[in-house]
């Protein structure tokens, strides 16, 4: 536990543009008992709790805007399980994606799980908590919050509960057959408990990669490009950007494909059929495929992707925001076009692009913007542009993702009123004193 | 800026039509290539200019020097034909063209001319390089590659400019007035196409291979015969100036490299298969990729040697996989001599 003022300014923001508010404590705990414990004093005091993963969310989630404590769980990142047959691990809440990609390297290595495209000091429990996505969110099935099998929880009210099938058996495989309460913890910004440990969903760990490149000039080819690449089945992750940086990559949108195979025979029937499926639109010359030889391919073939990392700093000075939204694929080249405009207007720079979600029942849609920090003036354009992002994502029929306070508000003006009501009757249940990241999801 | 300098009545008067009955990449009998020819030089819509894949060979094919690929290019770009997707063209002259400032700097003979191709330059290194001079960069890289994609307008655009930036801010202030070439592309660009287009070259290239040659004979004293089967990549642009293919003979020769016999070999050798599949034509470039790495495997060769960094890239991977090794020919040079 710390009160130092160096390290409660240092808790007191994040990398995006948000206000700073100072916690009174910063709390490492060591394991779940210790969570409880805090907790229960909290929950006695009525003093607001911020649980905090890797602390990259840029959005303010992890911001004490009501002061309180900060609740850091980098201490707690055992890897507890992995089984090998059932396809799941179960780790501590301050478990880093990079700590279980390198255990599962070294220890199972035929299996990986889902990789978002954050630093790998992002953890497993904050990345589900927000409905982060990753590099098999296309292939596998969906958001990360999708890939967990089950959950630890401390209430507010500092009860340890168990959620999916390790609430009735030992194992952590599944969230059927029960009644699902898995989704009382994601999405809700930490206002509902503290995760403890997850159970989330590995998969088969290919030998063999490879990365294929198309290009067009049409704004509008987007979604039909997307859908015949889709539905071929063959790629493992589908991404798609538009940048104006470099400048020959500028007006270009850019899908990006990445294949695994456990053998260089299916690698290859891959590539040839999901070259395929855009026959008739790469013979007319208008789009077509990238030559990519392998000098090339080494950085698309990361995972995590560290394309976007780089682009944060392009302005140089350590700013970088986005609001991502999920949409519908279709909205891709409205979204597009919107960001260019805000862009535009606001005088800032961009890199706009879109990771499939499932076999495209959604994308995720990112209108990311580097800036100065130490540019005020840029620093303000840049937040206005992100409050206009927001609005023209929920606009065109989009949501903004890990929305910050604004955005959130935004979201909540246009929710169903019966929802927004059910939301509130359930968190006054679990949260009777209000204690847990009190300022989010508010009115 | 002149027009191409070809002689329609030359090919009017052509019986063999080795230009195309000689591709490996098309199909007619005699009667058929010469009606396409004859398509070609009335300005028609020939079937030749959608089937071209671009290997520059029929440079290299027609007996008379009458340029039948530059023509064919010159064709495909007044019929706005497009080899390659045109976003991929349209990126790749961004992405080629000039950039960032060029300035004076001393240079001493000899000069090796890097091209686009700056990243290699790690492979012009020891006593077999002693005193050169580098130059690189996209100001001074001749944009030949633009043959591919069907834009002559480009190459004519830039040439000019990129002489110039050699002579006044190398060559000239040096008193230098010969130019290695590190990459076929550029001796061909000045010694075939730049002729071709009635460009005047101020300075003499010289090929990389002459070089490597030359400098090998100087000290032949200092190398360790490999004793290696070297299967060589031929790259399109050596098509341009088939004249120094036999350099690759000269160099193996004195660095005891055997150049296997090949099916696919000196004016029967394929293209590497990466501007096949820039023209999304996978199918073809994969068999010819195989074919070709294969073929090398077939005649026994332990190493597989490059001039062109394109093709090393392209194939390194394949070449591998059937247990040769992939080099270029400075590091093979090196090799030799125990660096």
């Not at chain 1, 009525?46 to 990259?56: A, F, R, S, T």
């Not at chain 1, 699902?180 to 590995?202: A, P």
């Not at chain 1, 590539?271 to 639109?281: A, E, H, P, V």
Request: proline share 6%; with cysteine; aromatic share 8%.
């Amino acid at each position: 536990m710390s009160t130092s003022a160096e390290e409660r300014f240092i808790y007191s923001r994040d990398q995006g543009v948000h206000d700073a508010h100072v916690p009174d404590y910063i709390v490492l705990p060591g394991s779940t008992q210790e969570v409880r414990q805090i907790i229960g004093l909290a929950n006695a005091e009525k003093i607001p709790v911020v649980p905090m993963g890797g602390g990259l969310v840029l959005s303010g989630l992890t911001i004490p805007l009501k002061g309180g404590i900060v609740l850091d769980m980098k201490r707690m990142n055992r890897i507890i399980e992995v089984n090998e047959s059932s396809h799941y691990a179960v780790v501590e809440a301050g478990t880093s994606q990079g700590m279980l990609d390198a255990y599962l390297k070294k220890n199972c290595p035929g299996l990986k799980h889902s990789l978002p495209d954050a630093p790998p000091v992002a953890t497993i429990a904050g990345n589900i908590a927000i409905h982060g996505s990753g590099h098999l969110s296309q292939s596998e099935g969906g958001f990360h919050s999708e890939m967990v099998t089950g959950l630890e929880v401390v209430l507010p009210t500092s009860e340890i509960v168990r959620l999916g099938s390790c609430s009735t058996v030992p194992g952590w495989f599944s969230r059927a057959p029960l009644p699902d309460l898995v989704g009382l913890f994601l999405g809700w910004n930490g206002t509902t408990g503290v995760i403890t440990k997850v159970g989330i969903k590995l998969f088969p760990r290919q030998a063999f990669h490879d990365v294929l490149t198309y290009m067009t000039e049409d704004i509008d080819a987007g979604p039909d490009i997307l859908t015949r690449i889709i539905h071929t089945g063959m790629a493992e992750d589908i991404n798609y950007a538009l940048s104006p940086k470099p400048d020959y990559l500028t007006g270009f949108q850019m899908i990006v494909m990445n294949i695994t195979a456990h053998t260089e025979e299916e690698l290859v029937m891959k590539r040839g059929l999901i070259r395929n499926s855009l026959k008739g639109l790469y013979e007319t010359k208008d789009s077509g495929f990238m030559p990519m030889p392998s000098n090339m391919k080494g950085s698309f073939l990361d995972v995590p992707q560290k394309t976007l990392s780089k682009f944060a700093d392009v302005r140089k000075g350590g700013g970088f925001e986005y609001v991502g939204a999920i949409m519908p694929l279709e909205k891709i080249p409205e979204a597009c076009r919107a960001g260019m405009s805000i862009t535009d207007k606001y005088d800032i720079t961009y890199s706009l692009g879109a990771r499939i979600i499932g076999r495209g029942h959604s994308a995720m849609f990112f209108f990311a913007y580097p800036f100065n920090r130490a540019d005020e003036d840029e620093v303000g354009r840049v937040r206005m542009a992100l409050e206009e992002t927001n609005r023209a994502a929920l606009s065109m029929g989009g949501i903004p993702w890990k929305a910050e306070i604004g955005g959130q508000k935004m979201i909540l003006e246009q929710m169903d009123p019966a929802t927004y009501e059910f939301m509130n009757r359930i968190r006054k249940v679990i949260d009777p004193n209000g204690i847990m990241n009190p300022g989010n999801w508010e009115v | 800026m002149e027009a191409l300098r070809t002689d329609p009545d030359i090919c009017a008067r052509c019986s063999t039509f080795d230009c195309i009955m000689k591709c490996q990449y098309m199909d007619y009998d005699l009667e058929g290539a010469g009606r396409e020819i004859a398509k070609l030089r009335n300005g028609e819509r020939s079937a030749i200019l959608t089937e071209c894949v671009t290997c520059y060979a029929c440079e290299e094919y027609c007996p008379y020097d009458n340029h039948p690929f530059y023509f064919i290019v010159e064709q495909q770009e007044r019929l706005g034909i497009h080899p390659v997707p045109k976003p991929v063209e349209k990126s790749q002259v961004v992405m080629m063209g000039p950039r960032g400032e060029i300035s004076e700097k001393q240079v001493g003979s000899p000069v090796i001319n890097m091209c686009f191709f700056t990243m290699m330059q790690g492979g012009i290194r020891g006593p077999l390089f002693d005193g050169v001079s580098l130059i690189g960069g996209s100001n001074i890289f001749c944009n030949l590659m633009f043959l591919h994609f069907a834009r002559n307008s480009t190459i004519k655009e830039r040439l000019p400019v990129v002489i110039d930036n050699i002579m006044e801010n190398y060559l000239s202030p040096s008193d230098v007035n010969e130019l290695i070439c590190y990459h076929d592309e550029c001796y061909g660009a000045y010694t075939s196409w730049a002729p071709a287009f009635g460009i005047e070259v101020p300075f003499k290239p010289v090929h990389f291979f002459e070089f490597l040659y030359k400098r090998l004979c100087q000290m032949k004293d200092a190398i360790k015969p490999l004793g290696v089967k070297v299967a060589y990549q031929r790259p399109c642009s050596n098509r341009l100036c088939p004249e120094t293919d036999r350099f690759v003979d000269d160099i193996f020769g004195l660095i005891g490299a055997e150049r296997p016999e090949r099916l696919y070999e000196y004016d029967n050798a394929l293209c590497c298969g990466g501007i096949i599949e820039a023209a999304q034509l996978f199918d073809l470039a994969e068999e010819n990729l195989r074919k070709n790495v294969e073929d090398m495997r077939d005649a026994g060769a332990q190493y597989c040697v490059f001039n062109c960094p394109f093709c090393f890239w392209t194939m390194a991977e394949p070449v591998m996989k059937l247990g040769m090794i992939p080099i270029m020919m400075s590091d093979l040079c090196l090799m030799a001599l125990g660096q």
